[in-house]
């Protein structure tokens, strides 16, 4: 072979055996190397540290201030080209890629020796002088060459590589080996996360940490996992929500406190869902829905000029236009504009399911008037919503934790806002009213028990801080990895988790 030596050989002709064979087989040769390097005293994997001065995207986009200067890099061989005594390489690091030019005469012949027998894979330092070559390619020209790690695997190669979606999730490692570019995506999630904080710090707001591990099994809908607490002999649930702890902080005397947290739900999976995602809720005394609709548009519009440079994105072939004002529709408004059908035209419960049923729509039928208005949203409306749109006042069918309106006590002051046919956030003017909580949590315990959740009960201790006094206060819950998605252009979620949940196949070694 050429000194792409121990890669697999490419050939669009191979079998998924024989690339199999190949792929033992280079294992095989790469464990031999190693155990010859340990034998010579030069094993790799004691080597601790190596002095890096200067990273790849550094040098070549300052050129004028490296060229000529020594300096030492460090990252993985990703190509080969042997020229007999004079070898280019390239080796990327996290920043990018540089070429190196290693000669017998500079690095001495039996480094060079010793250099010729590494792989593509392998993790190396170089110290040497920055130039460009005759072609403009700026390079280090390798006065000093060091093997840091072993790589006992080939990496992936263009004919058998990572083009199956569901490995490079699996495999992310090798995703963002194979596939440099992704990483930027994870760049730019840090960038938003810390834009996010930076613009909630600004406006006062105190981030907090709240539990992990709760004691009740709690929530509307969603199905939480469970495990054990071996000392206390219980049974715990992983969050599914930060919202109770959260407003019990607002009680305690907080005006304004965030979570960024990790949120766990036993549910399907699917290109906006996946059971362990994070969501950032945040909650202020003395304000409403309406105050928390003024903030999450705000902040949208700031932070998608920082990350993207303008308020408008493209998503998945559509401008956003988030710098705009987002439109603002009551459900009951929306269902009439594209559903056809007027919720106050409904005299009763019995005519709302006759409504539902006059549009195909399938109710339960103790459905009522709330129930079939969320309905005919889900399949007439929600699909509808590509720009930036809020919608408000909520069914206190299924708004167990947020307060009534005054005016109309069958709705409650939440809003939901969606982009590209996808809910964002959701958002309350919060339920203080501890009798009415109590009451709400009461049926909410009740329906997930119908459900099979033996073990649903009542937050008692959430009701007693509401009795010692919450204030009017609004709070907010987004989705983050889905506020990633559209700033990345992302189709699915796992383009947007490092390490989305996968099922783990058997063998996967190799």
Request: proline share 4%; glycine share 6%; hydrophobic share 35%.
């Amino acid at each position: 072979m050429t000194n792409d030596q121990n890669n697999i050989q490419e050939s669009a002709e191979l079998t998924e055996e024989q690339y199999r064979e190949q792929l033992s087989e280079q294992h095989r040769i790469r464990l031999e190397k190693l155990e010859a390097l340990k034998t010579d005293g030069k094993n790799p994997y004691e080597i601790t540290k190596f002095p890096v001065s200067a990273m790849n995207g550094d040098i070549r986009a300052d050129f004028d201030k490296y060229e000529n200067e020594t300096v030492s890099i460090a990252g993985r061989i990703t190509s080969w080209r042997d020229m007999g005594k004079a070898n280019f390489i390239d080796i990327r690091d996290a920043s990018d890629r540089m070429q190196v030019y290693v000669r017998i005469d500079d690095v001495g012949e039996e480094n060079f020796r010793e250099f010729k027998k590494w792989d593509l894979g392998d993790i190396i330092g170089v110290t040497g002088f920055v130039f460009r070559t005759k072609r403009g390619e700026i390079s280090v020209h390798a006065k000093e060459i060091t093997l840091l790690s072993k790589s006992l695997l080939p990496l992936p190669e263009k004919w058998h590589g990572l083009k199956d979606k569901e490995e490079r999730y699996r495999k992310r490692y090798l995703d963002l080996i194979a596939n440099p570019e992704v990483k930027d995506t994870f760049v730019i999630r840090s960038k938003i996360l810390r834009e996010i904080r930076s613009y909630l710090d600004g406006l006062g707001f105190i981030e907090v940490d709240t539990p992990v591990l709760h004691t009740l099994e709690i929530g509307a809908a969603a199905r939480p996992f469970v495990t054990h607490h071996n000392a206390l002999d219980i049974d715990m649930y992983l969050r599914i929500e930060t919202e109770l702890y959260l407003k019990r902080l607002i009680v305690g005397g907080f005006n304004k406190v965030y979570e960024v947290g990790r949120i766990f739900r036993n549910e399907g999976m699917d290109a906006t869902h996946n059971p362990e995602f994070t969501s950032i809720e945040m909650y202020q005394a003395y304000t409403d829905y309406f105050g928390m609709m003024d903030l999450i548009e705000n902040m949208y519009r700031s932070i998608a000029v920082k990350i993207c440079g303008t308020d408008t994105v493209s998503y998945r072939g559509t401008d956003i236009e988030i710098g705009k004002p987002w439109t603002r529709m009551k459900m009951t408004e929306a269902v009439k504009k594209y559903a056809e059908s007027d919720y106050y035209s409904w005299g009763s419960d019995e005519e709302a399911r006759s409504a539902a049923e006059s549009k195909g729509i399938e109710v339960d039928k103790n459905a009522t008037k709330g129930d079939v208005l969320i309905a005919l949203f889900e399949e007439f409306v929600e699909d509808k919503l590509i720009q930036p749109t809020i919608i408000y006042d909520y069914p206190v069918e299924n708004s167990p934790l947020a307060k009534r309106k005054a005016d109309e006590p069958a709705f409650t002051e939440r809003f939901e806002y969606f982009i590209y046919a996808s809910e964002f956030g959701n958002a309350f003017s919060e339920l203080n009213d501890p009798i009415d909580q109590k009451e709400r949590f009461v049926k909410q315990v009740e329906q997930r028990r119908k459900l099979g959740c033996a073990n649903a009960q009542v937050d008692e201790d959430f009701i007693t801080a509401l009795e010692y006094g919450l204030p009017p206060t609004g709070g907010l819950g987004m989705g983050l990895d889905r506020f990633v998605m559209l700033l990345t252009d992302s189709a699915s979620i796992r383009d947007v988790l490092l390490f989305p949940t996968m099922k783990s196949l058997p063998n996967e070694k190799g």
